[in-house]
């Protein structure tokens, strides 16, 4: 149901009609005294009945029945023995009165009935004719300017006005620069309701507002400005209804048709996208894992070794590139899954060369289950032990520990070298393509980190870098610790 | 003792000549097949003891493959495959296949899987089954009689737990994945529920691995499964 203006109280009574009514008896009275030279008094009658009927017929019901009085009134003064007089010497006449006001009255409330009908019939026919014309518009509307217009040409004329539509830009904001009074538009899209003249709220106002709404919610308002200050006839305003349920339903077909292909062009650019990086990993692994397999076969000597490390330096950095881009597409799908941390920590070590470095790692045995991606997540402590092993000297620690404080699960990777050169802002790590050092011997592009940062964040968690004390780098992980999954405890062994 | 005969499906050139050298210099016999098609024909004729298989092959998917040669051959397969391609790894695996590398892989690494596939080929061949008595690291795992010693000093593990081991020594060095694993020790109805697998391999580590986040048997794959490292053979 719309909510709609007060309603309009039913067309005020014409007192004039009465006037009319009674001219036009006075002028029957006249005929009738010409006629009565010629005619029989119960002739002159029928032309009475005559002017109830056609005065009912124009004027409608209370016309008709005063002048069916006035009429038997004037017959009996003017034309019933003794003349010019109430008077009646012959009783007979008492009868004909009666019979003739009751004749006025029914024919004159029969007339006036089929007169309503007949303009009630009219109205309907006109109002769904401009129903229909602009039902055809609104439905042939594919954008919003299509609606816009028609409220504009169709509408206003219609409802004796001018008709504005009124859309919220996509952050459900009226925009501010638009007609009428933004204030206003926005509390009708808010609420629901209808504002400005001929309402509830701020009736002052020279527009009316009306809430565009459909079983969804309201997708506009509709602008009406009035040059009269006439309220609108019940005819107007159900047109008003129809064309509010109209305009929201073509707004809402409209909205739905845009968003059906903007999800169309995502999911094809996803699927571009995707094919794009299938393709370009395919296309630098293949000369990687020749490279690397053939270096391998060049024997133990120092260039071959050094041809293998570059080529998995690169395979992992190719691998970080591939892993941004990806992160970088519109909603990534995390494949999160609960996984046990010391595995994701082992996982890593593993896929890591740390050399001759020490180890530790202190993860409580009874450590709760994480909810990751864990190919993602992997990438993440990596590139952080990756990161260790290219700024420590060989003989350096690294410190892997966690903790579960409450609702938070802390990740820290330590390790006991030179730490982050001096003066350099830690902060800044994570930005794309930093790096501690400029130019520095060691390799890599800086893109470990700011794809680390990009992967704990989608995870809802965050990641900071500090100073160990007395010398080292610190990198610690939260991640919200979330609910475990119900694991069937066994029957006792 | 015959060469091992390796059946080498793989589309780039390079890459199969790179394979062909490297399993050449360990004294094996190589055919080369660049896709679905010629991998079927070779696979059927050459009578290969094993068969090292890229998924992306140009005229067929590497996984309809494996299916067509696990109809016929119980010759073991090893995968190679991208880091992203999880899901592609498990299907392949649950087709049939028992190992995967992933591009790019050195030859050392190539050389181990071929060995230990080779080996694991042979005893299946052989015994027709596994031994009962399987030794890895210190651990010595007796699959009749359930005992579990640890540097000689009995283990205590849960039903499951136990399970859990017997079906990772059964693969002898196959990755299994979670799937195959959470239906051997739990049951069909237990398919989906993989962080199961996780929580008692845990408890595993924790009682069988001297680091238990740096496992040197009970090796995770991550997102595909597990498999059991460094069995050594016994009588």
Known sequence: MIPHPAQVPPRAFQYRVLVYAVAACAFTTGIAA?????????????????????????????????????????????????????????????????????????????????????????????????????????????????????????IGALLDGKATLLLPGRDERMPTAGQGDTGIAQWVLEEGLPAGRGTDTLPANEATYLPLTTPLRTRGVLMLERATMQPLDTEQLGLLRAFQSLIALAIERVHFVEVAQETQLRVEGERLRNALLSAVSHDMRTPLTAIRGMAGMLGESDVAQAIVN???????????????????????????????????????????????????????????????????????????????????????????????????????????????????????????????????????????????????????????????????????????????????????? | MNKPRILVVEDEADIRRFLRLALEREDMTVFEAGDALHARIDAASRQPDLIVLDLGLPDDDGKVVIRDVRGWSSAPIIVLSARESEAEKVAALESGADDYLVKPFGVPELVARVRAQLRRASLAGARGQASALVRFGDIEVNLATHEVRRGGEVVHLTPIEFRLLAALVRGQGKVLTHRQLLIDVWGPGHASRSHYVRVYMANLRQKLEQQPARPRHLVTELQVGYRLAGIVETS
């Open chain 1, 34 to 154: 010409l006629l009565l030279r010629v005619f029989d008094l119960s002739n002159v009658v029928m032309v009475f009945l005559l002017t109830v009927m056609l005065v009912a017929l124009r004027w409608g019901r209370a016309a008709g029945a005063l002048a069916a009085v006035v009429a038997v009134g004037s017959f009996d003064f003017f034309f019933v023995p003794p003349v010019w007089s109430f008077h009646v010497s012959d009783t007979q006449y008492l009868f004909t009165f009666l019979l003739m006001l009751v004749v006025a009255l029914v024919t004159g409330q029969l007339a006036a009935r089929l007169r309503a009908e007949a303009v009630g019939a009219a109205a309907g026919e006109r109002r769904a004719n401009a129903l229909a014309a602009v039902a055809t518009e609104l439905s042939v509307a594919v954008r919003d300017e299509d609606i816009a217009n028609v409220c504009a040409t169709r």
């Open chain 1, 310 to 493: 570059q080529a998995d330096r690169m395979q992992r950095q190719v691998a970080n590139l591939l892993d941004a881009a990806r992160l970088q597409s519109e909603g990534v799908r995390l494949d999160l899954q609960w996984h046990a941390l010391d595995e994701l920590v082992g996982s890593a070590l593993a896929a890591t060369a740390l050399g001759s470095r020490q180890v530790v790692v202190d993860i409580p045995a009874e450590f709760p289950l994480v909810e990751l991606d864990a190919t993602l997540f992997e990438r993440v402590l990596v590139n952080l032990f990756d990161n260790a092993a290219k700024y420590t000297p060989g003989d350096a620690t690294l410190y892997i520990r966690a903790d579960h404080t409450g609702s938070k699960l802390i990740l820290r990777v330590e390790d006991d070298g030179p730490g982050f050169p001096p003066g350099i802002d830690i902060n800044l790590l994570f930005a794309e393509f930093a790096r501690g050092t400029r130019e520095s011997a060691v390799p890599g592009v800086g893109l470990g980190l700011s794809l680390s940062r990009r992967i704990v964040e989608a995870h809802g968690g965050s990641i900071s870098a500090s100073r160990r004390m007395p010398h080292g780098a610190r990198f610690e992980i939260i991640l919200a610790a979330g609910e475990p999954p119900a694991i069937d405890l066994e029957d006792s062994a």
